[in-house]
């Protein structure tokens, strides 16, 4: 098991600018979720995947958001002409999809600075 | 829709004192409950968790009961180190919600004194 993944750690970038991170979950987990945090708030949920299916997308998504995890592997998230308000933690998450209560393990974050 | 209120901080405790982190929450359906903690510069780690009413997670010294007559999962600790210094945050799953994906509550940073 070697863990939830995430890269690049920290990213600066100028607003307009397309960025792109990447998330590499445990291996024999079949869910991967994106989530972002803001400075002293907690998470707030994205999006999921179950294998390769993106299955629910919440509002904070909007449509220059987007996320992909082809062959049900790893996954990237995209946020085109980045806004000020983008500038966040952005977290991944995988788990098991059987069973109640499944943790999600959760990666180091991609640090998102927008100048 | 779903939530989860904690206590604000910082909590500012001394070595060996005892914690106890509010936590209740609002959902739906019939939710399990996790906490959370996350050390500077790290990721979230699951710290326990509980499925059921009446269930007790525990793990590293820390409880929290599922009290559903209450809505609540306080988060406790008898004598807590300099080392439990991190953000905690009270989370639900609720089982109606497709993915089981996680709802937070907005965290709160507990500082121990030496």
């Known amino acids: 098991d070697t863990g939830v993944s995430q890269n690049p750690r920290h990213k600066i970038t100028k607003r307009g600018q397309n960025v792109t991170f990447r998330c590499d979950p445990i291996?024999?987990?079949?869910?991967l979720y994106w989530y972002r945090q803001t400075l002293g708030q907690g998470p707030e949920f994205l999006t999921y995947f179950q294998n390769e299916a993106q299955l629910e997308k919440s509002r904070l998504l909007s449509d220059r958001f987007s996320a992909e995890r082809p062959k049900g592997s790893f996954s990237t998230l995209e946020i085109q002409r980045t806004e000020q308000g983008d500038s966040a933690m952005y977290l991944c998450?995988?788990?098991?999809?059987?069973?109640?209560?499944?943790?999600?393990?959760f990666g180091d974050g991609t640090r998102l600075s927008i100048l | 829709g779903d939530s989860v209120t904690q206590m604000e901080g910082p909590v500012t405790l001394s070595e060996e004192a005892f914690l106890t982190i509010n936590c209740t929450y609002t959902?739906?359906?019939?939710?399990?409950l996790f906490w959370y903690v996350q050390y500077p510069g790290e990721g979230l780690q699951l710290l326990l968790k509980a499925t059921k009413a009446d269930d007790k997670g525990s793990n590293k010294g820390f409880e929290a009961t599922y009290r559903k007559e209450t809505t609540s999962f306080h988060l406790e600790k008898g004598s807590v180190q300099v080392s439990d210094s991190a953000v905690y945050f009270c989370a639900l799953s609720d089982r109606k919600a497709a993915g089981n994906k996680l709802t937070f509550g907005g965290g709160t940073r507990v500082l121990v004194k030496p």
């Open positions: 959902a739906t359906g019939y939710p399990s």
């Open positions: 998450a995988s788990s098991l999809m059987a069973g109640e209560g499944q943790p999600q393990h």
């Open positions: 291996s024999e987990h079949n869910r």
